[in-house]
């Protein structure tokens, strides 16, 4: 029988199971890391088809962010600038930019830039940018230090667990409203000290405001 | 929340296609193609090849889009903003505009949302002063025809393609040679007499639909000025113009009635469906409505009395119904009219003959149709009743039966009470059989037919399609390429109400504007702008036009302009009610002339023509919703059946045969009248008169597109010219073959079941709580498996019930319920409801959120019929939840019972486990297969030649469905609702799209505060919305004030199976009749209560004793 069988193959089956167990934890492992929003979404940075830097608008500059994104106190939707709201400074500052050059086009002509969408939910998500931002959640919860990009990076993973964490526990992202647009706000310059402002005044907040940020299904599934 | 609308031209920069096509054009590969291949823009676009090649190409670049730039993350997609934003825009924030859905005799004002320029979903306008903000069903449903793949898209001359320019030139010539200016273009005419008479527009020909445009009344008329020898005629197949010529005749003035059935407590309807097919029956269900409302058992309420030869809406609604022959009604009608006025007690001096002639009319009814004390009861009743009774006569009825109503009318003091006259312009223009002679004896050059379509609606005999053909040349303005359009050299491409700008008046009168909230989707043109190109005027742009008839109601001034077109009405504009005076002399010489027909027999059946509860007169017949929209009374969808009385299929032999639910298949009949046939499915409807057979309209055209074709049989084949609405003489005879139907609820009763509760109106009085005495035992050991999760504690100590700001409750009154399934559409309209055909529905899958439950109770030859809308009740103990092993369906804090479409993998246990069977299963993607391809499996089917794999593999999202049907389908969807895929369990959800907006909205609007709470009203469901009689009302049951929560306490609440204990969220409000003691055919108690009763024999154990009146029984023990 020894001719059949060698040696080495009595010990197949524990090579077998543990190759199966090795196996079995990579595929596991690999998921768990690489199929999560946390590494699929977070540092997506396409090139945009102009090259708008927040930072120079927002942190050089000192632009309120609804300037741009005017309709994020009334729609469910942030929406990206018109042509002619960069025209506004525009046609002033920096007139003749070859960078602008898209731009120009597009508001004389009526050919639009196809901007690359960073952020996206999936369909069967209905978040709302107004209520959020009118009841103190403030743009950098989600889109993080945006007003420091120089290309938009997706900062956070906007997975459902990364909403439920504040659902949960609105008290510890909950501002001042008037604070809402300014990403750089703490309460106070030490860390630690702020984060004791935030848990205490985020309550308050909530009771004041009668936060309710529902965790059931029905607030953003529909 | 309404906007005023940017002006007429779109934006002249950024995404233009978004007022048209819409958001198809979001991919900058797309827009490239555009601007390469069609600068002209997508509206401007004629040729159906290339726009057809167009869609096909979108979808191209879709896919490219999907597949070329698909790396290991999401496909990159990109966000086109405006170039310049057109002010006031907001993207994402649905907008609202008033416009009018224009009807025969008024029109529907409505407030449509439009989400980012496309219309999504009609509403009624509530500001209107004549409006509660209701609709009917097919105001509803008309959201869809504006997307319907098979409207006419092209303009044709003699079967080819032209373009729009060609189009209107072959129009100019067509003015040409009547217009003033032939002469001097220099033609060298034979004859100078002729040529004065041709400019003159002899040969010239119109045939146009009602309608009551100031517009179109004001073009007519220059064209009438223009043209004083041209016809002007014109044709509907179901035509409502005798209501105001038989109060033109009888009170010698132009007027029209207008009823106010709010203020009644009588009314006796002589074969008037005013709740069903009569026009503008929403609003005749709204004051009815309010009529019979009650709040105590202390309140007054109306009573309806119904003589009818169908079973209609209005006869299910009434306390008594009186069936009988329609041709018999006029004696009845006469003998009514005798008995009230010999009752009222109006001097002889003042009547003269009329008593003599009514009695006279009232003679000859053949023996047992009726008991006389029937007539004299109603009489009586109708007498003591003085200043708050109305008599109505049905439009099928001959004028004389107007006449007679109107008599009573007068003597029973309603006129200027519960009845009153407006002002109105003539009617009396010559009709088809007019047409018809003309065309035949040659004087017809040129026939314009403006909407309709004749060839397929005409009465038989009139042949009217080769007819047609006798004009010279026939143009046609229709929205379909149909039956019309195959015998017309042009044919022009009609713009739906949501594309064109119009006007119309409602029928109080008040002028409304028809406003577009999208541009003409295929290029269609209106009836107005043809009109006025044909005139020729120079001023052809339809706004211009209504612009100038608004002139000359308001004045220039551009402010009122603005606030019409915002309000969606011209305030105090209403018809003027004017003073009439009844010439008794002159209605006595009418009713005289009447011929008494002989009652119909064996084989003399009386046919009785009726406008389709669902595709009306045929215009909505390839309109899914309302195909697929179960009849309110047969239950019938898909198509039209033979209406027969149980007696009469007795007589006949037939036996309608039911095998099972599932495969319900009856007998084939032939119809034979007047040297015409037709055959049809034969239906045995429960309480018709014997002997009559009744025909719907609206089906079996052979040009109907893809959702109608081989809909139901052609009843128009057997009506005549000469009595377009009844037609005696008919035989009937079964060919033998079987044909399967699909009805949606088979039951003829409630089998005793407490689910319907119903009590007359003295028992009401004597026992207000008789809706909970019918509750059944709930169980002594009533355990639940699982806790009520309202009652669960959370970490904080605090319930659901008690932490949440909002608990949503619904109340039902089935007192105000007329069953005319308005709420049926809206909600598949809101909450992108599929259609699922007729194949499905055979197998109980339609998809429904929202059914009417209709059941029968009594003798099939005359029984009480009851509807009761049903959904999902939003049960707090919700059986549905604990059977879901993968926590699809769960509750959350405001009490809704909320369904997680990801989670679901289509156990259907909670299908199963739902006492009220609401809830609906996707057994196929229905959204994206054609439905007569549900079966096909995608390995092995190929579409154009493309194989489905290949196909879904290029793109999943796409479906079988061809590309521009299905791009269209999309159009019509509601933004904030989920369209449902495959294997996936769904139910109403309370529309909690509009709770969260609502939410929102209050939170948004509060922002650093507290002041989160909804207020009562702001939310209003989609069913609550369109029902007419306000039946359904929605809101926060925590709130003791809230209007459900008033509703809720009144006595006469009650919640299905409640011995179930689930805890319902949704009550409804028992029915209430209101029977006449002294009338013959009086009931003690309403049939399903003397079933139930003998279901559950009262029995005198602790309860015995329970509050009870009137032999209520406290009907416990049943279990």
């Known amino acids: 029988m020894s001719d059949v069988f060698p040696k080495w193959t009595n010990r197949l089956p524990l090579l077998l199971v543990v190759g199966l167990v090795l196996t079995g934890t990579v595929v596991v492992a690999g998921v768990w890391y690489y199929f999560t929003p946390k590494y699929t979404r977070v540092g997506y940075q396409p090139i945009q088809p102009v090259a708008f830097s927040h930072a120079v608008h927002v942190d050089q500059l000192g632009l309120d962010c609804r300037y741009c994104h005017n309709a994020v106190e009334e729609s469910w939707f942030s929406n990206v600038p018109s042509a002619s709201s960069c025209m506004n400074c525009h046609n002033q500052v920096l007139k003749e930019s070859p960078k602008l050059e898209l731009v120009r086009q597009s508001a004389a002509t009526g050919a639009v830039i196809p901007w690359v969408q960073v952020h996206k939910l999936p369909d069967y998500v209905y978040f709302n940018h107004a209520v959020h931002v009118r009841r103190g959640i403030s743009c950098v919860e989600c889109h993080g230090s945006i007003h420091q990009m120089d290309e938009v990076r997706h900062a956070k993973p906007l997975s459902m667990a990364f909403c439920l964490e504040c659902h949960r526990d609105p008290a510890s992202r909950i501002r001042p409203v008037d604070k809402v647009t300014d990403l750089d706000w703490t309460w106070n310059p030490d860390p630690a000290i702020a984060a004791e402002l935030q848990r205490v005044n985020g309550e308050k907040l909530v009771h004041d405001w009668n936060v309710q940020s529902l965790q059931n299904c029905s607030a953003c599934h529909r | ?114 989400n980012d320029g496309r219309p999504t979903k009609i509403e009624g306008n509530s500001m209107h002063p004549d409006s509660n903000g209701a609709t009917d069903a097919h105001a509803q449903a008309s959201i869809l025809n504006l997307y319907d793949p098979d409207r006419s898209q092209r303009f044709l ?9 060609a189009a209107w030139d072959a129009l100019r010539q067509i003015g040409l040679p009547f217009s003033q200016s032939y002469g001097e273009l220099g033609v060298a005419g034979d004859g100078a007499g002729e040529l004065a008479a041709k400019r003159q527009g002899q040969g010239l020909s119109f045939l146009l639909t009602r309608k009551d445009s100031p517009s179109r009344e004001r073009l007519v008329r220059l064209l009438r000025e223009r043209f004083p020898k041209a016809g002007f005629y014109v044709h509907e197949p179901v035509d409502h113009a005798i209501h105001q010529e038989a109060a033109t005749q009888c009170f010698g003035k132009d007027v029209t009635p207008y009823y106010r059935f709010d203020d009644t407590r009588v009314v006796v309807s002589l074969d008037a469906d005013f709740l069903g097919t009569e026009e503008e029956a929403w609003l005749h269900a709204r004051r009815y409505a309010q009529s019979r409302r009650l709040r105590s058992s202390g309140d007054e309420m109306c009573r309806l009395y119904a003589v009818e030869s169908l079973f209609t809406l209005t006869g299910a609604n009434a306390d008594h119904r009186l069936r009988l022959p329609a ?83 007068v003597a029973l003091e309603a006129v200027g009470r519960t009845i009153v006259f407006q002002d109105a312009m003539p009617v009396g223009e010559p009709g088809l059989p007019e047409l018809a002679r003309a065309l035949n004896e040659g004087r017809v050059d040129t026939l314009v037919i403006l909407d309709g379509n004749p060839v397929y609606t005409a009465p038989a005999d009139l042949d009217w399609a080769r007819t047609q053909r006798k004009a010279k040349s026939v143009v046609r303005l229709g929205y379909y390429e149909d039956e019309t359009t195959q015998h017309a050299d042009l044919h022009l491409p009609l713009a739906h109400y949501l594309e064109s700008w119009g006007d119309a008046r409602t029928a109080d009168g008040t002028l409304v504007p028809v406003q577009p909230l999208i541009q003409p989707l295929f290029g269609g043109v209106t009836e107005l702008e043809v009109l006025a190109r044909l005139a020729p005027l120079e001023r052809t742009n339809p706004y211009d036009i209504v612009r100038e008839t608004f002139a000359r109601y308001a004045g220039s001034d551009e402010e009122k302009w603005k606030g019409f077109l915002h309000d969606g009405f011209l305030a105090d504009s209403g018809g003027r009610v004017v003073d009439v005076q009844f010439d008794w002399a002159k209605v006595a010489r009418a009713i005289g002339q009447l011929r008494p027909a002989n009652p119909p027999s064996l084989d003399r059946l009386e046919l009785v023509f009726h406008r389709d509860a669902k595709v009306g007169d045929g215009r909505y017949v390839n309109n899914g919703w309302l195909q697929e ?28 045969v039911d095998r099972n639910n599932n495969n319900l298949r009856t007998p084939l009949v032939r119809l034979e009248a007047g040297g015409y046939e037709l055959t049809g499915p034969a239906w045995v409807q429960p309480g018709m008169a014997d002997f009559v057979v009744g025909l719907a309209l609206g089906y079996g055209q052979s040009h109907a597109g893809r959702v109608g074709q081989g809909a139901g049989y052609n009843a128009y084949q057997l009506r005549s010219s000469l009595s377009p609405h009844l037609l005696p003489g008919a035989r009937l005879s079964d060919t033998g073959r079987e044909h399967p139907l699909a009805t949606t609820q088979n039951h003829w009763s409630l089998e005793g079941r407490p689910i319907i509760r119903e009590a007359n109106l003295a028992e009401y009085q004597a026992n207000p709580r008789f809706a909970q005495a019918m509750n059944m035992h709930e169980p002594a050991e009533n355990r639940p498996l699982y806790p009520n999760p309202m009652d669960i504690r959370g970490p904080d100590g605090l319930t659901p019930r008690e932490k949440a700001h909002h608990q949503w409750g619904m109340s039902v009154d089935l007192n105000a319920c007329t069953g005319c399934s308005a709420c049926v559409i809206a909600c598949q309209s809101e909450n992108n409801v599929p259609i699922v055909g007729k194949e499905q529905v055979r197998r109980q899958r339609e998809m429904h959120w929202l059914r009417v439950d209709r059941y029968f109770a009594g003798p099939v030859a005359d029984p009480q019929m009851v509807t009761q809308p049903m959904f999902c009740l939003h049960c707090e103990s919700a059986p549905c939840e604990s059977v879901c092993p993968v926590n699809a369906t769960v509750h959350d804090d405001e009490g809704l019972n909320v369904m997680v479409y990801n989670r679901c993998v289509g156990t259907r246990y909670c299908s199963n486990n739902c006492p009220y069977k609401v809830r609906r299963f996707n057994y196929f993607d229905y959204q994206r297969r054609p439905l007569d391809r549900l079966y096909q499996s995608p390995l092995t089917s190929s579409t154009r030649d493309e194989w489905e794999l290949k196909r879904w593999f290029k793109n999943p999202d796409r479906g079988s469905r061809p590309h521009e049907e299905f791009e269209l389908a999309k159009l019509v969807k509601n933004p904030d609702v989920t369209v449902r895929m495959r294997g996936i369990m769904e139910k109403c959800t309370y529309c909690i799209q509009r709770i969260e907006q609502a939410k929102i909205a209050r939170k948004v609007a509060a922002g650093p ?20 009689a306000e039946a359904i009302v929605f809101g926060n049951i925590k709130d003791a004030g809230s209007e459900v929560s008033r509703l809720k306490a009144l006595d006469r609440t009650y919640l299905v199976l409640e011995f179930l204990a689930t805890k319902p969220r949704t009550s409804y409000l028992a029915r209430v009749r209101n ?28 309860h015995g004793a329970d509050t009870h009146g009137a032999g209520a029984g406290d009907g416990k023990g049943g279990h």
């Open chain 2, 1 to 114: 929340m309404k906007t005023i609308p940017p002006a007429c031209p779109g934006p002249e920069t950024g995404p233009h296609y978004w007022r048209s096509l819409d958001q198809l054009a979001d991919t900058p590969e797309f827009r490239d193609w555009v601007e390469r291949e069609f600068p002209a823009g997508a509206s401007e676009l004629t040729d159906p090849v290339t726009r057809r090649s167009f869609v096909k190409l979108m979808s191209a670049s879709f896919m490219l889009a999907g597949l070329g730039l698909t790396g290991c993350r999401r496909p990159e997609e990109k966000i086109v903003p405006f170039s310049r934003l057109p002010e006031g825009y907001v993207h994402g924030a649905a907008r609202y505009y008033a416009t009018a859905m224009p009807t025969q005799t008024g029109a529907v004002p409505l407030i449509v949302r439009s």
């Open chain 2, 157 to 165: 001359r003699s079967g080819s393609v032209i373009t729009r320019e």
């Open chain 2, 327 to 409: 041709s018999q009604l006029p004696r009845v009608a006469a003998q009514l009219a005798s008995a009230v006025l010999a009752d009222s007690g109006l001097p002889g001096s003042q009547t003269g003959d009329f008593l003599a002639a009514a009695v006279r009319q009232s003679e000859g009814l053949p023996p047992g149709l009726l008991d006389p004390k029937w007539i004299a009861e109603c009489a009586r009743d109708l007498v003591a009743h003085k200043g708050r009774a109305v008599v109505v006569a049905g439009h099928r009825q001959p004028v004389e039966v107007h006449l007679l109503a109107h008599a009573m009318n």
């Open chain 2, 629 to 656: 929209m179960p009849d309110p009374v047969t239950k019938m969808t898909w198509e039209n059946v033979i209406l027969l009385s149980q007696a009469t299929a007795d007589a006949l032999g037939l036996r309608v």
């Open chain 2, 1009 to 1028: 505060s507290g002041d989160v709470l909804v207020r009562d009203g702001e939310i209003r469901t989609a069913c609550q919305q369109a029902c007419p």
């Open chain 2, 1075 to 1102: 029977p006449n003691p002294q009338m013959p055919d009086a009931q003690q108690q309403p049939l399903t209560t003397q079933m139930y009763l003998e279901k559950n024999p009262p029995h005198h154990g602790p």
